[in-house]
């Protein structure tokens, strides 16, 4: 019986994926995956079988692991960033419901979250909630109502897949939504292309969130009421000064 | 003038530390942190000048990072998972407010969350939010408030320091809350010392949880409405049967 590794390769080059990543992948005889990260590891992996789809075709990607290993041998899943943050790591488990002898090994990476935030300073510091805004596979009112919710409890908000070609307005939805709960002036940061060419950071506040340009490489912080813009970068405080050890 | 890499190492051992992470530690004179972290790299760096210091001592811990910097030299504060998660990347900055000349560069690691969840299934997948439930420099009340909004949101939960030999209850009283807002029946999990000597994981479920053993090594995951258990690991759909396209 063969094994999926299900792979996060970090958000770029070779520097971001760990060695524990790297080992699995050397460990494998085919390297399945979204495109753009079949590019991003092709130029070291040259002897390997790779395939490679588009976007949309997540299910069929998940199955032909499933089969190359029913078939004996080792696939890896390969995903950017976390395998288990909005990737693949799910969908391997579900489409394996039916069979429990192919072994599963889900291997983390350095996630957009986290990658983003240090780019942009420390925004995460303290409690934060992820949200998506595709709206591809969840509705827009699980989404909004999770946005207002979060903003209610004055979460950190890192927000994953702000805007596509198909929908180019969510972000500016999403900034409105949350200018209910939240002072205009909260200081916000937007950071694209992390680790790969291109790599671009933005800080500017709520109120000018909606205007800034998004896509599928964006991901978008939205400060607490905490959070705050110190030597030009993004840091949300843990709490020491409350407690005057600052 | 110098310059503070704030690095963080993973989880565990060097298998889960990026190369630009070795890097950044590779080019530093001292590397800073708390005890525990500087000891699961002191033999991988056994020329350097290491300077391990208890809980509690953050804000010296930077200030000896920003006096290096200033005195010219390369300081690495060295975290555990990633460095801008409930890290020292936020205090960094603002110990060095007054010192916008010395340099700060985060890099980022796997953080506790993506690395429990790898363990125990794929159970962030979708949205989720993290909320520490240690009150040293947050009031209960805020945590508390933040669990029953992420709760009635519907999102995955990941609970950074759930208990601590001070705080034995506090698992025990946040799953209580959750439970005015979530089926008894939602599956959970713990990851304790994750990609170190001693890792464990475990799978029950909400009314289960208060009774789970739990501690500063541990991190605790409570699904969504949507997430089940799939041949023994915690599995959060992304949303592709309801699409039909599972």
């Keep these: 019986m063969g094994k999926i590794y299900v792979v996060g390769i970090g958000p770029g080059g070779a520097g971001q994926t760990t060695p524990r990543a790297e080992a699995a992948l050397a460990a494998s005889d085919a390297l399945v995956g979204y495109t753009t990260y079949i590019d991003l590891i092709r130029d070291r992996y040259p002897e390997k079988e790779l395939v490679a789809t588009p976007m949309t075709t997540?299910?069929?990607?998940?199955?032909?692991?499933?089969?190359?290993a029913l078939a004996g041998r080792t696939a890896a899943m390969v995903c950017g960033g976390d395998a288990g943050v909005y990737?693949?790591?799910?969908?391997?488990?579900q489409v394996c419901a039916g069979c429990p002898e192919v072994e599963i090994e889900v291997i983390p990476g350095v996630t957009a979250a986290t990658a983003g935030a240090a780019l942009l300073?420390?925004?995460l510091i303290h409690d934060f909630a992820a949200v998506s805004l595709s709206d591809a596979l969840t509705p827009w009112e699980t989404i909004a109502r999770r946005l207002e919710l979060a903003a209610e409890g004055d979460f950190v908000l890192c927000l994953y897949n702000p805007a596509s070609r198909r929908r180019p307005d969510t972000l500016?939805?999403?900034a409105a939504l949350l200018l209910r709960h939240r002072s205009p002036d909260t200081p916000c940061g937007l950071a694209r292309r992390v680790g790969r060419p291109g790599e671009e950071a933005k800080?500017?506040?709520?109120r000018?969130?909606?205007?800034?340009?998004?896509?599928?490489?964006?991901?978008?912080?939205v400060?607490?009421?905490q959070t705050r813009?110190?030597?030009?970068?993004l840091v949300t405080p843990r709490g020491y000064e409350q407690k005057g050890t600052l």
Tied chains: 1, 2.
Excluded: H, W
């Design 229 to 233: 813009v110190v030597n030009g970068r």
């Design 208 to 221: 000018e969130l909606g205007e800034q340009q998004a896509d599928m490489f964006t991901t978008v912080f």
């Design 203 to 206: 800080i500017c506040t709520l």
């Design 172 to 174: 500016r939805q999403a």
């Design 87 to 93: 990737g693949m790591a799910g969908l391997v488990y």
């Design 121 to 123: 300073g420390a925004p």
């Design 58 to 68: 997540e299910v069929e990607r998940c199955k032909t692991c499933r089969d190359l």
């Design 223 to 225: 400060g607490s009421s």
